[in-house]
């Protein structure tokens, strides 16, 4: 027992989450989350070659599943985005590139609010495979 806490605040703290913190907040579900859906997901399903390495990153792939899940459940667009911001979800940080002497450096910028077309962007499966790797690039090029 005493390996998993150990591996889960390692987990944490690779990923970005304060560890003092952990078992105060809803941060040690996303941890056990993240464990399951990463076996789930990588493992079985195949989804993605490349997990989520950052809080912000697994952040964004949460939300994507959730908004997937309320489109299976027949929602339009407008009404996720109105269940995105009744149910309180913070709005992802997403990448933008900047423009800089032909390097690929993207800076993340939040959207101002949950709408159609942050919706049309999050429910995208390659569009969120591609902001989590460019996002990752964006947090590694800061380190």
């Known amino acids: 027992m005493n390996d ?8 944490a703290d690779e990923l970005g989450f304060e560890i003092n913190d952990l078992r105060k ?18 493992h079985i399903q195949k989804e993605f070659d490349e997990p989520p390495k950052s809080k912000n990153t697994l952040y964004l792939w949460k939300i994507h599943k959730i908004i997937v899940h309320r489109s299976k459940q027949h929602d ?23 423009n800089c002497s032909g390097e690929k450096l993207y800076k993340l910028v939040r959207p101002k609010s949950w709408n159609k077309k942050v919706i049309e962007i999050l429910i995208d ?14 947090i590694n090029s800061q380190t």
């Open 125 to 138: 499966k390659e569009k969120v495979m591609l902001y989590i790797k460019q996002t990752e690039q964006s």
């Open 25 to 42: 907040s809803e941060d040690f579900s996303s941890i056990i989350e993240y464990c399951v859906s990463l076996a789930y997901e990588h």
């Open 4 to 11: 998993t806490i150990d591996g889960i605040e390692t987990l």
């Open 76 to 98: 339009d667009k407008e009404t996720i985005a109105k269940f995105m911001t009744h149910s309180n979800y913070q709005l992802p940080l997403l990448p933008r590139k900047v």
